[in-house]
């Protein structure tokens, strides 16, 4: 019978030499010091860049309509900072009647405080009894007072009377009163007017900055490169474009939400709720603080601020759970505890600027660690994917023996994959890199039982699973589990194979230890025997598996009394080659009559298919299972 070949492949994760870590790290050094000496300069050109994302897909779409790119660079541009300085008005103007009107609302403060002194239970007898103590305390502390002599004069101060003093400053004059006006906008106008310059230069050279930034990071492959900045430079522009357009509708609900609840200065709340949450996980809590003190003091009683709360309480939940999530898709591509780094990171190198800016400024810093891979080091520190792939998370899990987490994780992947698919995408691969480390001579016997052990454990969790494909099912959250997900290949699995049953299975499968799975040289090949045992199981092949030690020679003697109708062997190492040719020799001679199968799961390069009188050859778990099937039925199975 014809042996069964597939073919296959791991990628080897690249390695980085010391010498380019402390390079890495002095550059990293190099640039936060030129930001935060820089920041006067480097605080406008990262909101020139950011405004250059937003509104460079309206450039283009004017574009598109035939108009020439300065005009249409200057009609866009134009378009938002006439916005931006409409808006700006509009919180100055409310600021400042907001200003005007608080005085107002102190009676109506005061009366909440003093009930809310005095609703507690006794608290008027507490509050006296307090009030008493105090007067007795600044008695005790006052001083004694001298008597003054008899010849001593009297004067104001010795008799506690200061003399007032008063110092008139002279009225400003016209210049002064200009230069106390214009002082504070000399800052604001400057930064405006900078990023204003920048915005228009970047949107007007935009491919010309791309190609010297390509330039910059190597043309060695430059079709990919491009691509690359391409992709990445339209995925930022719709994601800043999109999360400009949530915030400003949230901005726009959260004001007209106060307007009808009554709420003073609704349109400055609704302007600082969308600028607000760009700050991450506390921006929405921040600009819900100010309505509600300023609903607390305009109503005597509690209604309003209980609809203001109601209304933050409902909106902010539904746009991050609800919208973001079919806005933005599945993530922004940071990490939870990157977005709170980058935030206190941002906020002490550029102050409340920055805070406001961690999020986008993030964003673009773990996508050019995606495309440049002189700073890959920047999306493993912040962006959301694992920095171990799903085999070397696995590995690393049961290295550690820490099989309850290898299986938690397992359970996530098996939601949305097959057992099969998941035991020779991931479990054989990490066990691949086991193999790796043990013929380099770093993994002595005591590390190998663990990981024996470790993945007993598992196989015995995973145990209650069939090997199907699940139903589809909403796409997990968690980014190892996705990994694991993008990893796994159902299209040659072993789940589309039929679970036979007894009248399926040929005059020598019936009965009890009918197949037998061994590993053929160390831990490493039994607990490969044991995830193909269970596979085999879940088809209708109940299957022993059994140790290394089998293949001695009082092993053998008791695998031949047993006479198995279906010997797997298993090989995961990438070495002993002629071990397992003698294996193979020695059953067939015990064992003559018995199906012999060969699971060689050793990378493709270093699997060899002419080992012997072998009746199939396979170098994944799902074939050897279909080998199995087909072998034990007496046909091809569908």
């Known amino acids: 019978m014809p042996a069964i070949e597939v073919t296959p492949t791991l990628s080897a994760p690249s390695a980085r030499s010391p010498a380019d870590v402390v390079s890495n790290v002095a550059i990293g050094a190099f640039i936060v010091a030129a930001l935060y000496f820089g920041r006067e300069v480097f605080v406008p050109m990262a909101l020139a860049i950011l405004f250059s994302f937003v509104l460079a897909p309206l450039v283009k779409g004017l574009q598109k309509l035939r108009v020439p790119r300065a005009l249409a660079v200057f009609v866009v541009v134009l378009a938002a900072f006439a916005t931006l300085a409409a808006l700006t008005m509009a919180m100055v103007g409310q600021a400042t009647q ?10 109506t403060i005061r009366a909440k405080i003093a009930a809310l ?92 900055l791309r190609n010297r930034f390509i330039r ?35 901005g726009i609900v959260v004001g007209c939400g106060l307007w009808a609840i009554g709420v003073p200065s609704s349109l400055l709340w609704g302007i600082l709720a969308a600028i607000l949450r ?25 209604t309003m601020l209980a609809l203001t709360a109601g209304l933050f ?51 673009c810093l773990v996508v050019l660690g995606r495309h440049v891979e002189r700073l890959e080091f920047l999306d493993v520190m912040l962006g959301d994917r694992p920095p171990l792939s799903a085999p070397e998370i696995f590995y690393q899990r049961v290295l550690a023996g820490d099989p309850s987490e290898a299986a938690d994780k397992a359970e996530e992947v098996l939601k949305e994959r097959s057992l099969s698919a998941y035991y020779d995408e991931v479990a054989i691969e990490g066990l691949r890199l086991a193999a790796a480390d043990e013929a380099r001579g770093v993994l002595d016997a005591a590390r190998r039982n663990q990981i024996l052990a470790s993945i007993r454990e598992v196989v015995e969790d ?39 049953m007894a009248v399926d299975l040929n005059d020598a499968f019936h009965g009890s230890d009918r197949v037998v799975c061994i590993g053929a040289r160390s831990q490493l ?43 797997c062997l298993c090989s995961i190492g990438p070495q002993g080659t002629a071990q397992i040719k003698y294996a193979v020799k020695r059953l067939r001679r015990r064992m003559p009559t018995a199906i ?43």
């Open 313 to 363: 309480a409902i909106t902010e939940p539904l746009v991050g759970h609800v919208v973001e999530p079919l806005a933005y898709g599945r993530s922004t591509g940071l990490s939870p505890v990157a977005i709170i780094v980058a935030a206190t990171f941002w906020t002490w190198l550029w102050g409340p600027i920055g805070l406001v800016l961690a999020t986008p400024l993030t964003v």
């Open 117 to 208: 002194k005095g609703s507690g239970a006794g608290s008027g007898v507490l509050s006296r009894a307090a009030d008493v103590l105090q007067d007795l305390g600044k008695e005790l502390d006052r001083p004694k007072a001298e008597s003054p002599g008899p010849t001593d004069p009297p004067s104001p101060v010795r008799d506690g009377r200061p003399i007032p003093v008063e110092v008139h400053q002279p009225e400003p004059g016209a210049i002064e009163t200009l230069q106390a006006f214009l002082a504070p906008l000399i800052h604001p106008l400057t930064t405006t007017g900078i990023v204003l310059i920048f915005v228009v230069f970047i949107l007007l050279k935009r491919e010309d």
């Open 216 to 250: 910059l990071t190597g043309t060695h492959d430059l079709q990919k490169t491009t691509a690359a900045f391409d992709d990445a430079g339209k995925r930022l522009s719709r994601l800043f474009l999109t999360q400009l357009v949530v915030n400003a509708g949230f």
């Open 278 to 302: 760009f700050i991450p996980y506390l921006g929405a809590v921040l600009s819900a603080v100010f309505p509600m003190v300023i609903a607390a003091s305009v109503d005597p009683g509690w």
């Open 462 to 500: 995973l145990s209650d699973h069939e090997d199907r494909r699940p139903e589809l099912a909403g796409a997990t959250a968690d980014p190892e589990t996705a990994a694991a997900v993008e990893q796994t290949d159902e299209r040659e699995g072993a789940s589309d194979l039929p679970v036979l």
């Open 525 to 567: 090949d039994e607990a490969a025997a044991l995830m193909l045992s269970q596979i085999l199981g879940k088809h209708g092949l109940a299957a022993q598996a059994l140790p290394p030690t089998t293949l001695l020679t009082s092993g053998l003697e008791r695998l031949a009394e047993q006479n198995p109708a279906l010997i």
């Open 98 to 107: 907001l200003a005007s009107e608080l005085p107002t609302y102190q009676s």
């Open 596 to 638: 012999l199968v060969l699971g060689q799961l050793a990378q493709a390069s270093n699997a060899s298919a002419d080992l012997g009188s072998t009746d199939a050859v396979a170098t994944s778990l799902r074939e050897v299972c279909r080998a199995c099937v087909t072998l034990a039925a007496g046909k091809v199975a569908a």
